[in-house]
Every structure is written in C-alpha cells, then in structure tokens.
C-alpha cells in the first residue's frame, strides 16, 4: 500500500499528472470502455513520455501494488485498469513518425489505430489493423490483430518489427531480431505480459484508396449466404477482407427507414485495389446469392473505412463477449449460429467471423507467439447496449450462443476477444505448443509476475 509521501515522490518523479481518489477528475480519467465494468485504482499515472513510465513501474512495484497497463483504452474485459492499485496510463503518448522510405512506422504506445492511420495516409501506406479506429494499437498488436488487411498483409503483429519495453526492474530494451529475439517472438501475440511496451516499430504496405462497404441481405438468407461465403473465401483474392456477421439493423441514421430493427446478414468488404477489380473478385460470390437490401460499397480512402462504424460504438457502452477460433463452417454449425442470432436481446448484439487466413498461414505455427495458423476465422460474439439495466440479458446471450456453437470451434480464441474469467485452459488452448515457450520468456523477464493484470501467463 501507499501513503500520501510516497505519492508526492512519484508526483514529483513524473511529467505527467498524477490522479489519486481525491482528484476531481478522477472518475472521468478511470472510466472505462466497457460501460459493465467500473474499478477503482488506487492512483492513476499518466505518463507523459518513458521516464514516466519507468518512474511508475518502479513506484507500482516498489510499493507492491497490482499494476495495470492502459495504452488505447479499448480492451473488452476492463484489464487496462485494476481494483486498489496503479494504473499506468499512456494515453498521452500517441507520437507516430513514418519512414517512407523504409516503409516503416515508428508508434508510441498510447496511438490508437487512428492516430496510425491519419500518419500513414499521408504517405500512400498503411499498417494492417483493426476495425474501429478508435481501438488502442498496443493491446491489438500484443494480441494479434485482425482486421480488413489482414488476409493480403497479416496480422498486425506479423508486422511488428521491433519494439521497445520497460521490464518489470525498471529498466528499458529494445526487442528485435537482432536484440532480445526472445522477447519480440513473445510479444507477437502473448500480450502484455513481459513489460510495458512504449514503442512498436512496424512494417507498413502500399494502401491508399480501397474499394470498400457494407453489404446487407435479409438474415432469412443467412444460411445460403454463409454457405456461400465459406466456399468462396479459400478462391478469394488475398486483396479481398471480408467478414460476414449476423446483426440488426440499427434504428438510427445512416440507415434506410424500412430496414431499421430487422435482423440482417453483413458482408463487410474491403478490396485493395480498383473498383473494377473489386467488382471482379466479388462476382463470384454475389452472384450466387439473393438481391441484398443494401449495397454501401463504394472507393473511399483506407482511413474512412477504418473509423466507419466508430459511432457505433461509443465508450460507455455495456459490453460482454466471447470468442474462438473456427477451422470449419459445417452446416450444422450455420444453424446453430442462425438459432441464437435470432434471439438477440437488443439492436446492437452481434456475432462476427473474421477471415485469418491466406498471409497468416503462411507463417509459422513458432515463428510468433500466435499459435493459431491452421484456423480460418476468428469468431466473436458481442452482447452490446448501452443501458445498465440490460447487462445480463446481453451476458446471458452470449454465453448461450457461445455455448451453442462452441463444440463446433477450436478450444482457443483471440485473446482480445475473452472475457478475464475464462481461465488457464483457455489461454494454453489459445497458444497450443508455444505456450511452454511464452512461460520460459515470463519467467525471463517478468519472473515475480508483476504484469498479472492481463490474460495472464504465470511464470
């Protein structure tokens, strides 16, 4: 525990603001993405550049508090912040500097997706990403990341090249392949359980204008359309991302009257190239399917795409979400999807299936700590509103559709998308054969396991 001198000292040793219980600002600064979860830390750290950082772990270890680790602010289960101890907060540090000539880009550890967007636009180039741009690059890329680019460039985490961390003791190294290997291969998809990572060097591509949309049927075709789109998806060109979800309509502007409050089926779609060779790649595929309500596709820049449904999505809202990892879509597993998407308790719940393959599985199985590169879909379930009052009517439909469709899926999922009480089963599903290798990697370089406040590896 602290008292009030050993928090002047830690004021006194940062740049940044410092926020105890006392601090007017206090319940804004704590206040989480996922609206369900409310934590109350003990003091708050908004680091201003890395000796912050370093100043915060040192003062969080040293007075042996739990210690949580908040960059963008976006994760799901509430783990960028922690009951009673320290958060350290790096939403403040969103530098981002491009090399266009190297192609690579230089992020700190607090950018959203966004911010790296906005830098990498300018120069014709892009760092495959997400889906919302508000979502915090440093959990995505630990993680993983899957998104729109994700099929023709990989993951986000395929394209880290080098990252900067400040360990558990304090001090600070960088991870390459050239320095600490051992931790950069942990750090492509074991999470933030190493260090507090202030800086990711990435490798960006050549992506400006896409041929891009929302693609909307009447979800009484859903069973065709999945059909259809699982068939597809292996003959797709690598340049085409596309995810298909089951949803509602939302009752709110940008879309069509007649169609608000209807369950539909999205494919969301995103073409790196000309419209005419988009038109081409989903031929095939929409030509087997019935009229949609809705065609939104349209040429737009890379950045427009990616903060699309940002709107949608504001901070605040109640959240509650499970995942898997899918390596087949048999029908029987189509109707078990079609009978829980019926029952959606509010406007907002959906279920996405997101393609992981092409560039991701042409990389190794141990070349990264993401383990998973035999599946074809990372699968999320997302109970969403924005009224506490319906926290566990959306809690209890995504546990029952997960349920449903659980014995079809693989035993692991995308870190990002589980919940912090899915247990240790889950986490050595989710790594297969590289988890033995990410503990060694913990036990190097976080061995009292002092960042425990994520999906945690135990040393």
Aim: net charge negative.
């Amino acid at each position: 525990m602290t008292d009030s001198a050993s928090m002047d000292v830690l004021r006194t040793g940062l740049r940044g603001q410092v926020i105890d219980r006392a601090d007017p600002s206090y319940d804004a600064v704590r206040s989480l993405y996922n609206g369900m979860i409310d934590k109350r830390p003990l003091v708050i750290a908004r680091c201003a550049d890395v000796a912050d950082v370093i100043a915060a772990v040192n003062y969080g270890r040293d007075n042996r508090l739990p210690i949580a680790i908040r960059c963008g602010g976006h994760n799901g289960p509430g783990l960028g912040s922690v009951n009673d101890g320290l958060m350290i907060d790096m939403s403040a540090m969103r530098g981002v500097r491009v090399d266009p000539v190297a192609r690579t880009v230089r992020v700190d550890g607090g950018c959203t997706q966004g911010d790296v967007d906005h830098a990498t636009h300018a120069f014709g180039l892009a760092v495959p990403a997400g889906v919302l741009s508000t979502t915090g690059i440093a959990g995505l890329t630990l993680s993983g990341g899957t998104g729109y680019l994700t099929r023709k460039y990989g993951l986000t985490s395929d394209n880290l090249l080098e990252a900067d961390v400040v360990l558990a003791d304090g001090s600070f190294i960088t991870a390459s392949r050239e320095q600490n290997a051992d931790l950069l291969w942990a750090l492509r998809g074991g999470g933030g359980n190493f260090g507090v990572v202030t800086s990711f060097l990435f490798q960006a591509h050549a992506v400006s204008a896409v041929f891009a949309g929302p693609i909307v049927f009447d979800q009484a075709h859903a069973r065709t359309i999945m059909q259809r789109y699982r068939d597809f998806l292996a003959q797709a060109p690598e340049a085409l991302g596309i995810f298909v979800g089951l949803k509602t309509v939302l009752s709110c502007d940008p879309f069509p009257m007649e169609f608000r409050g209807k369950r539909m089926c999205l494919l969301m779609c995103c073409f790196d190239g000309t419209e005419a060779d988009g038109r081409k790649a989903l031929a095939p595929l929409l030509e087997q399917l019935p009229e949609p309500w809705f065609n939104w596709m349209s040429v737009m820049a890379y950045p427009a795409l990616q903060s699309m449904f940002d709107a949608l999505y504001p901070k605040g809202m109640q959240w509650y979400w499970r995942g898997d990892f899918v390596k087949t879509l048999s029908d029987a597993a189509i109707d078990a999807h079609l009978g829980q998407a019926a029952k959606t308790p509010t406007e907002l719940c959906l279920m996405h299936l997101y393609p992981i393959d092409a560039a991701v599985h042409r990389v190794g199985k141990g070349d990264t700590a993401w383990n998973c590169r035999d599946a074809t879909w990372s699968m999320v379930i997302s109970g969403i509103d924005p009224d506490p009052a319906k926290a566990g009517a959306i809690t209890q439909w995504t546990k029952a559709y997960w349920d449903a469709v659980h014995p079809f899926n693989l035993g692991g999922a995308y870190p990002n998308f589980m919940m912090d009480d899915e247990g240790e089963a889950r986490l050595k599903a989710t790594f297969g054969d590289n988890y033995d290798r990410l503990v060694v990697a913990k036990r190097k370089y976080d061995p009292t396991n002092l960042f425990r406040v994520n999906q945690n590896i135990r040393p």
